[in-house]
């Protein structure tokens, strides 16, 4: 037995991990709103969380407002996001949701 408690004889279980990517669409990119809004959805999920900004290969935690706003993305940039854990699958697909929504800032919305 290790000091953290695990079997090291025992291969430990995978997390759940869902890897998908989307375009931002909004012409501000991801400002104050839209990054409260990624981190208040992801925040709602037990899953960990890193978005990455492909165009400029920097990740960061996806459940920090202040880490996302440092990404400094704009229109056109693409976004992956890397959900691992037991509701990776929803965490992601409500992040994509989000990103493909324009945020809600697109005319007509």
Do not use: Y
Not at 67 to 93: H, I, K
Request: aromatic share 2%.
């Amino acid at each position: 037995m290790s000091l953290d408690g695990r079997d090291p004889g025992k291969q430990q279980e995978a997390e759940p991990q869902v890897v998908r990517r989307a375009k931002v669409i909004n012409r501000a990119g991801l400002h104050a709103r839209p990054c409260h809004a990624l981190v208040t959805t992801a925040m709602r999920f037990d899953s960990s969380l890193e978005i990455r900004a492909v165009d400029r290969g920097r990740s960061v935690n996806g459940k920090s407002i202040l880490a996302l706003m440092t990404l400094e993305v704009s229109e056109g940039c693409e976004l992956e996001f890397d959900g691992r854990g037991p509701d990776a699958e929803a965490l992601v697909e409500a992040l994509v949701k989000l990103v493909v929504s324009g945020f809600g800032e697109l005319p007509g919305s």
